[in-house]
């Protein structure tokens, strides 16, 4: 069974900085995509950030220029580095993985939350 674990959330304050880790059970390379997704208190849950097995990636429009995934595939970690954090930027960050066969499987991590506030 795959397992995807997050770390690095925490509570900052507006302007600063986290890195968000994921980290895969296994070979990272089995994933087509992997990505972040958050979810603030009461909101539905929003994609913020993807990247393809070949290094493509793409942004939601709230956080272009503030955020930059990336994946180490040694190391089974994909990270979203966060800067210039805001308050709205405060929710669960979730990690996910589509590994696509015959059909896509998507795995998703436990989640890990972020507070921006003073």
């Known amino acids: 069974q795959v397992q995807l674990v997050e770390s690095g959330g925490g509570l900052v304050q507006p302007g600063g900085s986290l890195r968000l880790s994921c980290t895969a059970s296994?070979?990272?390379?089995?994933?087509?995509?992997m990505g972040w997704y958050r979810q603030a208190p009461g909101k539905q849950r929003d994609l913020v950030a993807i990247i393809s097995s070949g290094g493509t990636t793409n942004y939601a429009d709230s956080v272009k220029g503030r955020f930059t995934i990336s994946r180490d595939n040694a190391k089974n970690t994909v990270y979203l580095q966060m800067n210039s954090l805001k308050p709205e930027d405060t929710a669960v960050y979730y990690c996910y993985g589509d590994q696509i066969a015959t059909k896509m499987v998507r795995y998703w991590g436990q989640g890990t939350q972020v507070t921006v506030s003073s």
């Open positions: 296994g070979n990272i390379g089995r994933f087509n995509v």
